[in-house]
């Protein structure tokens, strides 16, 4: 059983930064996709970055490219999310995603354990 439980999230003002962390049960090393995702109401799920290929690989959605990274330490299991240079539309409920897999997942169908998700909220 897969299990994720995202912390971090907050407030902060637009080009402040945050750090998100999913506690998780599995990790890239041993052969998993790990992702984030982040939603706001009424829409749709948004990728926003994957680390895979046993997490030698990082890849990330053009609008947080440069001012997000994606990490894991192996050692705990911790999947991260640091996120700089935060602006108003970044505000969303971030979820960290895991799969079995060694290829690049970008698609929230494509992933089959979820965490609960973490607030992150930027004003102006």
């Known amino acids: 059983q897969v299990q994720l439980v995202e912390s971090g999230g907050g407030s902060v003002q637009a080009g402040g930064s945050l750090r998100l962390s999913c506690a998780a049960s599995?990790?890239?090393?041993?052969?998993?996709?790990m992702a984030w995702f982040r939603q706001t109401p009424g829409k749709e799920r948004e990728w926003v970055a994957v680390?895979?290929?046993?997490?030698?690989?990082?890849y990330y959605s053009e609008s947080v490219e440069g001012r997000f990274t994606i990490s894991q330490d192996n050692a705990s299991n911790t999947l991260y999310l640091q996120m700089n240079a935060l602006k108003p539309e970044d505000t969303a409920m971030y979820y960290c995603a895991a799969e079995s897999g060694w290829i690049l997942r970008v698609r929230a169908e494509q992933y089959n354990h979820w965490g609960q998700g973490t607030q992150v909220t930027v004003s102006s």
């Open positions: 680390l895979y290929a046993g997490g030698r690989r990082t």
């Open positions: 599995v990790n890239t090393a041993s052969g998993n996709c």
